[in-house]
């Protein structure tokens, strides 16, 4: 079972008795958003995940006037919130075409209908290995339904604060910034739990209906930000994306989930223009569908569901991106950027208990970081070929590969073998790139 998120001082609070402080409390101010109808959606056109790839992709689904987004990586896959009622079929639908058989992380970010709309049918289709949600109390039957799911399921609970980190891939760094442990009075969307998901140097923010409440205050605490992708809270609601809060994040690409025609107004003129005036590119899934970003740790495209082209952004952190056609891509570091800098083929003692006693040791000696993801690590005889996962290594970073197993980390990767790799006699460690091509080679007693 999934780990739950850490530094969680109250994690476990027992779902009756939020049912019964649901029951007892006062009605709530209630959400704008709530039991809206709203127009059917495009057929979803992507084509399905490849679990086994090094990619974040990252689905955000055309529900109209509500709120969805999928993000998958590798084997992991994380929903953050399901839409209203009528959409959780098209939800289910949507993630089953992709390949989705599972979800790791199920987030409601608050329980208003157009973001929990949808639970009940994703909570019914697919299996859930833990839910997050803010901890609000709202007496709604909607959400008591959403609660009663999860106690009936045994699905592991907890409530969201500000500071967590959700450990689900050693390549994915989830933080939660909001809300804080001392909630913003009773307002359901000012209290959205609000994520920062981070893949290499590519960072999306996933903002709920924060509003500018929210923002200032996660502002004040000093957290970054900063993220090239960016979920705009609230459906473009004139009251969050505030200039303060929009100067930290400097979005790169901005989603905004909305319906067309909807009776709010969303998104306003007032946040659109400042989103483009700071030279963010926007969709919308109102004009644009669904949009899917995908990433490899370092640059990321950009394709929608109703046109538009394929677009590529090469990131460069302080620069604006640069949309290109798809076929266009960063030219590869040379490969005398990424070297085998150390190697150890004869461990201390006996090699067979040993096995992490042998290694070998890459280093990124360029000014850009370089993904790992696909490249492979070979004896001489290439009889035990290790495939990198997907890794970022920073300029000027190392990372060991050991022979045995372990825990993989910013500086240490495993070849998980039962038995010496590497051979005592004399050895060559030969690094491929994932084209095949040489990158370097090396014998031991560098």
Not at 361 to 385: A, C, E, K, Y
Not at 422 to 430: I, L, P, Y
Request: net charge negative; hydrophobic share 35%; glycine share 10%.
């Amino acid at each position: 079972m999934k780990q739950k998120p850490e530094g969680t001082e109250c994690v476990r609070i027992p779902i009756p008795v939020i049912i019964i402080f649901l029951l007892v409390t006062s009605a709530l101010g209630s959400g704008c958003l709530e039991n809206l109808p709203v127009p059917g959606i495009n057929g979803f056109s992507f084509p399905p995940v490849n679990q086994k790839g090094g990619n974040l992709s990252v689905y955000f689904f055309d529900v109209g006037q509500g709120d969805s987004t999928l993000v998958v990586f590798g084997n992991t896959t994380i929903l953050v919130d399901a839409g209203e009622i009528d959409k959780g079929d098209v939800i289910v639908q949507d993630m089953r075409s992709l390949g989705i058989s599972r979800i790791d992380l199920l987030v409601a970010t608050h329980p208003h209908s157009d973001h929990i709309g949808g639970m009940e049918k994703v909570l019914g289709s697919f299996a859930v290995r833990q839910v997050v949600d803010a901890g609000m109390p709202h007496p709604s039957p909607l959400y008591k339904k959403f609660l009663d799911a999860i106690e009936s399921r045994h699905i592991p609970y907890a409530v969201a604060h500000q500071g967590q980190t959700i450990d689900l891939d050693p390549a994915l760094r989830i933080l939660v910034l909001s809300p804080p442990e001392q909630r913003f009075s009773d307002d359901l969307n000012d209290n959205s739990v609000v994520l920062r998901i981070s893949y290499g140097t590519v960072d999306l923010l996933l903002a709920g209906d924060a509003g500018k409440a929210g923002e200032d205050h996660m502002v004040a605490t000093g957290y970054a930000l900063d993220s090239e992708i960016f979920k705009v809270a609230h459906h473009g609601s004139p009251y969050s994306t505030g200039n303060a809060f929009l100067d930290r994040v400097r979005p790169e690409i901005a989603v905004i989930p909305v319906g067309a025609g909807n009776p709010y107004g969303h998104p306003s003129d007032a946040t659109v223009s400042a989103l483009m005036e700071r030279g963010c590119t926007v969709y919308r899934t109102d004009r644009n569908g669904d949009v899917l970003v995908t990433s490899d740790g370092i640059s990321y495209t950009v394709k929608t569901s109703l046109g538009n082209g394929d677009m590529l952004f090469l990131h460069t952190t302080g620069v604006p991106p640069i949309p290109v056609t798809v076929t266009t891509s960063r030219s590869p570091p040379t490969r005398h950027d990424v070297v085998i800098s150390a190697a150890r083929f004869n461990a201390d003692g006996d090699d067979r208990q040993n096995l992490n006693g042998e290694y070998v040791r890459i280093t990124n000696r360029g000014p850009d970081p370089v993904s790992l993801n696909g490249w492979v690590l070979t004896d001489s005889t290439g009889s035990h070929p290790y495939l990198f996962p997907a890794f970022i290594l920073f300029p000027e970073s190392s990372v060991s590969v050991y022979t045995g197993s372990g825990s993989i980390n910013g500086t240490a990767l495993f070849m998980g073998q039962t038995q010496p790799v590497w051979s005592n006699s004399g050895d060559e460690a030969v690094l491929e790139d994932n084209r095949g091509d040489v990158v370097d080679r090396t014998s031991d007693g560098i």
